[in-house]
């Protein structure tokens, strides 16, 4: 089985722009959460997503934003990019069930010039 | 409110050492508690979890680790170090009425294998 997949792998943009990042979770899974990691930290919870509805988010301004979308799969996307905003991210599916383990993909390196 | 604290930023040991990677946390409700691990340029990946059920929780990859209410730690071990153990371990922390998707995580402790 395909574990969480996320595209593109890498990414450099320009202060400004803005990004679109896009994550598939795991077959069956319907919950699917995005986690910012800055280089040295551990990873930061930004948005969780349930059945195409908003759970839960994390302390990011509004410049950050996300949806999911009837397959499950779901977009994050960030505008006016900033220096700060380079970081690694990652998505994680699970089946939403209380306590059920997060599958986290290999991320996609955002680089922010 | 949740947070972790996890003691040490680097760790290093001889190929078949103790490991003992550190992990305090401090939550108004009863917590969940998670390890995992992240190898160079990937995601991560779940090594254990406790949710309750027993204080002791075995993990993959010969890893366990102790949950102790009265010291609010829950410290990760492996008798024997292998050289693949390298990598960065991460420990993680999510209320249990609130589910396990938001996690907080600590810093992440480093872990070199000598040989």
């Known amino acids: 089985d395909a574990g969480v997949t996320q595209s593109p792998t890498h990414l450099i943009k320009t202060r400004g722009q803005h990004v679109t990042l896009r994550c598939s979770p795991i077959?069956?899974?319907?919950?699917v959460s995005w986690y910012q990691q800055v280089l040295g930290q551990g990873p930061q919870f930004i948005f969780q997503?349930?059945?195409?509805?908003?759970?839960g988010r994390g302390n990011f301004p509004d410049r950050f934003s996300a949806r999911q979308f009837p397959n499950y799969s779901s977009e994050l996307n960030v505008n006016a990019l900033l220096l700060g905003d380079s970081a690694l991210y990652l998505c994680?599916?699970?089946?939403?069930?209380?306590?059920?383990?997060?599958?986290f993909g290999n991320g996609t390196r955002l680089t922010v010039t | 409110a949740q947070s972790v604290t996890q003691l040490g930023s680097h760790v290093s040991v001889s190929e078949g050492a103790l490991v003992l990677l550190r992990c305090n946390y401090s939550?108004?409700?009863?917590?969940?508690l998670f390890w995992y691990v992240q190898y160079p340029n990937q995601g991560l990946q779940l090594l254990l979890k406790?949710?309750?059920?027993?204080?002791l929780v075995k993990g993959i990859n010969g890893f366990e680790a102790e949950f102790k209410k009265s010291e609010t730690s829950f410290h990760l071990t492996k008798p024997s170090a292998h050289m693949s153990d390298a990598a960065e371990y991460f420990c993680?922390?999510?209320?249990?009425?609130?589910?396990?998707?938001?996690?907080?995580f600590g810093k992440g402790t480093k872990l070199t294998v000598n040989p």
């Open positions: 993680a922390v999510s209320p249990q009425q609130g589910g396990s998707e938001k996690l907080v």
């Open positions: 994680a599916s699970n089946g939403g069930v209380n306590n059920s383990p997060l599958h």
């Open positions: 939550s108004s409700v009863p917590p969940y």
């Open positions: 077959s069956g899974h319907k919950s």
């Open positions: 406790y949710t309750s059920a027993a204080t």
């Open positions: 997503y349930y059945e195409k509805e908003e759970r």
